[in-house]
């Protein structure tokens, strides 16, 4: 394989790894403060591709892309009131099998409304214009991306580190009723926690569908379950664990797939979740597993 | 000092599912005070301090403090009107630093933290010293002082304290009391739960004996402290 080659699939690895950090995070974050698998977080993402659909047909892509963001917000803030915070205080399995119950919910509606077939993404301007550096070319998505994702990074680094909501998020994650004595309201603080999840879906879906062009009911299914093992790889409950789980394994499936092993490139993700969980079940960068009592 | 009623519990009920946890019980607290709440465990004193905090909720009864019915309201609107709880086992949030805990006990409220923050280090030097640490590396002593800074920070009219002695060494414990005794003169009213029924019922001005969910006896900390069925009890002196 010639250096070209290999730098330009390394830059659409890295690309694609970007996306799948974005959703990562909001697996881990959600795991975080609720220690809850939020299956139908791959389906939020699914869903923020058909609304773009939607709305880039009838409007610019500048009203249509904050008009997206607050719609999945809202829908992922939805699917915690309507299905997770009944169950606050049910065991931990019951709102796991809500969460399953959402995810096929979402898929099937997707389906009922906008049939399976596959619909076409709709081009955003610029993000796909082609960029020639030496000899290797890429779309401006594919070079914007990785830079967008390590800047989200920081910036949520840095509300969970030093802001009131921040601190508040930490507590919560560690002990409810305490937090509740402190005065926090922690059905708000778990509300902006899916909304953060949620706004970081979307954007993961505006990169990963301009480069994919097409949704379907179920494009949610594998990148939401290579992104859960995305998080589990970091050390689920850890935000730079589950970007730089992203970044391994959007790298590792580009790379298997330029050497010509593109049937494994999806087995790659498992067969590595099932070595982790062999050999170190906390992750990259998980802490020792504290459970809550 | 007055003898203005400050919280005063009537009747109260307090059930998990089919367990009667607190059978209908009354108490007062008088605005300046310290009060006590002793019994052995299971006997629903944890259970009713977090009733009176609203995370657990009440069968029936009422909670009256400053003339508001606190049952139904929620746990931020109490320590909004000047309630707080300094949990048993201290609950410190361990991924926190300390300053973080300090900072997270006036979560409700919006004023600068400066002279807060001075008093409680002023009352717990240690605590100064460890600001930057996270506080689950402190020690239980360590721990403890911190989650009472944390319950100042809010600037309470209550002060309720679940078992502030269990496992810690004598000498910090007399520390505690101490503590106790300091932020009550500066007008803070306290409401104590211990099973340390010695040191309790020295630094009570009223105590209640809580047995199974019910009253079983009530008197100022001296006269409980001279009854034959509480020291026996409680105390673990045998009759002469
Ligand atoms: N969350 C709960 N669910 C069910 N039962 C509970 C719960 N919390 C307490 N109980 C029960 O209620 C009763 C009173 O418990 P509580 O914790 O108030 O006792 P306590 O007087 O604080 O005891 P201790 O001195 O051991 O702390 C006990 O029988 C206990 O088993
Ligand atoms: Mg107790």
Redesign the interface.
Known sequence: MSSTILLQHTLTGISLGGAYALIAIGYTMVYGILRLINFAHGDIFMMAGYFMIFAMASMPWFIAIPLVMILTVMLGIAVEQVAYKPLRSAPRMSIMISAIGVSYLLQNLATYLFTALPRGYPEIPYLKKILHIGDVSASLVTIITPFLTVALTFLLIALINHT?LG??M??V???Y??S??????INRVISATFAIGSLLAFIGSLLYFTDRMTVFPFSGTLPGLKCFVAAVLGGIGSIPGAVVGGFILGIGETVLVAMGYSTFSDAFTFAILIVMLLFRPTGLFGEKVTDKV | MSNERLLTIEDLRVDYGGIHAVKGISIDVPKDRIITLIGSNGAGKSTTL?TI???VKATSGSICFEGNELIGK???EI??MGI??V?EGR?V????TVL?NL???A??HKYKLDDDLERVYHLFPRLRERAWQLAGTLSGGEQQMLAVG?ALM?RPKLLMMDEPSLGLAPLIVKDIFDIIRTVNREGITVLLVEQNANQALKIADYAYVLETGDISMQGSGNELLADERIREAYLGKRKE
């Not at chain 2, 949030?93 to 926190?96: P, R, W």
């Open positions: 009131k601190m508040a930490r507590a994650s560690r002990d009723e305490t509740q004595l402190m005065g926090i309201k | 977090r905090a609203g995370v929620t746990p931020d320590v909004s707080t709880l949990p609950r949030f361990e991924n926190l973080e900072k997270i006990g979560f409700i944390r809010s």
